[in-house]
């Protein structure tokens, strides 16, 4: 019975790897073909190759100014969630307070709130603080959004490190401030580096968020230029394919990347909750 399980949970994962690898090849190898071959011969490999399907798309300005865009939105968004977070995840692991646990409790209740039934009461709070077609008016509510997922990591990994630390640390000198900057950080780096991957990668997949926000197409992230690039080539299935390609490789690379670091900071936190 044990062999037949250890079978069946291999075959259930290589079934479930084949589902998420597949397209990813098949747009991989469709961006090197011509429309032609893709009717043709869907799945083999591109003969003849046609590398100016990716050329064109990687001389094109727009493309840049969007990735640009996606990238300085990423960046400030992921400093500033797991800045807060970090913050206030260390109040909740180490410090005990009336109402701690309700307090956290809201924040927990945040991953049940779907963002989509936010959207219209969202909308109308930009445009009443005259943040639509402002860049803050995608990272403001991407951090809000991100603290409730990232405070209950960082509270776990926090929770995990014992007290005889913090407590050498004061006997030292060493204020609660200062511990947190110089010995609970450097310590946390695999819980820190598992919430900013997620976060990288959640405000580089955001398509919904920007579609209300951006108006004006010099502020539009690459998930608003694949739609756009795939309605103004709706024809040219090949040069979407590497389109889109190029635009999910950065957050395939940061994944590849952290996996190591995303896996342990996410099970480092097991049982310390």
Known sequence: MRAVRSGALHLLSILVG??????????????FKDNGQLFTNPFGLPSPWVPGNYTEVLGSAAFWQQAGNSVTIAVVSTVLVVLVSAMAAYIFARYAFPGREL???FFAVGLMFPFAVAILPLFILLRELNLLDNPLG????????????????????????????EESAVLDGCGPFRF?????????RPALGT????????????????????????????????????????????????????????????????????IGGLTSGLGKG
């Open 18 to 31: 084949a589902v998420v690898v597949v397209p990813i090849f098949f747009g991989v190898l469709g961006g």
């Open 103 to 105: 307090l956290f409790m």
């Open 138 to 165: 995608v990272i403001l509510p991407q951090v809000a959004f991100g603290l409730p997922i990232t405070i209950i990591i960082l509270r776990s990994f926090f929770r995990g490190i014992p007290a005889e630390v």
């Open 180 to 188: 947190f900057w110089r010995i609970l950080m450097p310590m946390s």
């Open 195 to 262: 919430v900013s991957v997620l976060a990288v990668v959640g405000s580089w997949n955001n398509y919904l968020l920007p579609l209300i926000v951006f108006n004006d197409s010099r502020w539009w992230t690459l998930p608003l230029g694949v739609q756009q690039f795939q309605s103004q080539y709706s024809a040219d299935t090949a040069r979407i394919l590497a389109y889109v390609t190029i635009a999910m490789l950065p957050s395939l690379i940061c994944y590849a990347l952290a996996e190591r670091q995303l």
